[in-house]
């Protein structure tokens, strides 16, 4: 079956740096998405790998070894807006997204 | 206002009742999708539609039927609806065409059913 792995609940300062892990297991790979959600809101796109490797934006980056199937999420300079949960997802070789149940990211001041 | 539309925002409904949920995009893609959100679970794909006259089953399509009335609306509705499709319904488009093909979700739709 296909799965995707994440920490259930995450804590962290503000200020501070924190990485969330994401590992799959899937029937094919067509690429690894990031999605941050706050409550009750829509998920919104943070990034996209689909090459070994590092991806910068700003204060977020992501990381993906296809190898290990592994991917995380790495937010730098922590704000308290950044509290929310953070969906990784895998698209699968139908092109499907295989998504994780999130993982939920608390800032502490 | 809202590239991808959602309405209604929420509903409380009784077990058996028909319901619909509707999703309106102004955002000019192809491909519509309806999932729903559990706590503790992933998104779930409930159906997903590439253009017009495409539809197609997701994961858990068991108990929901879709319309693609044009490439702006996608509609989904309960039949007969029971409190285990209680959840947070989002409907989302994408533009395949686009590197990477990322999805941009409505707001959501609280349903519950007694």
């Known amino acids: 079956g296909q799965n995707i792995d994440q920490p259930t609940e995450m804590t962290a300062t503000e200020g501070a740096i924190v990485q969330i892990n994401c590992t799959y297991q899937?029937?094919?790979?067509?690429?690894l998405f990031w999605y941050q959600q706050h409550a009750g809101e829509a998920p919104t796109f943070l990034s996209y790998?689909?090459l070994d490797g590092l991806e910068e934006k700003g204060r977020f980056s992501s990381f993906l070894s296809r190898s290990k199937g592994y991917s995380y999420l790495l937010l730098k300079e922590l704000q308290m807006k950044d509290s929310a949960s953070y969906l990784c997802?895998?698209?699968?070789?139908?092109?499907?997204?295989?998504w994780g149940a999130g993982t939920k990211l608390i800032i502490k001041p | 206002d809202a590239d991808v539309t959602q309405t209604p925002r929420n509903r409380i409904t009784k077990t058996g009742k028909r319901i619909m949920l509707e999703c309106s995009q102004t955002k000019g893609h192809d491909r519509m999708y309806w999932y729903r959100q559990d706590p503790g679970l992933g998104l779930r794909l409930i159906y997903y539609s590439f253009d017009v006259k495409d539809i197609n089953k997701g994961e858990i399509s068991d108990g929901y039927s879709v319309s693609r009335q044009a490439q702006a609306k996608f509609s989904l509705s309960l039949e007969s609806a029971i409190p285990n499709q209680t959840a947070l319904y989002f409907c989302?488009?994408?533009?395949?065409?686009?590197?990477?093909?990322?999805?941009?979700f409505g707001e959501g739709s609280r349903l519950t059913v007694l």
């Open positions: 790998n689909v």
């Open positions: 997802a895998v698209m699968d070789s139908n092109y499907q997204l295989i």
């Open positions: 989302a488009t994408s533009d395949f065409s686009r590197d990477t093909g990322e999805l941009f």
């Open positions: 899937t029937s094919g790979f067509n690429g």
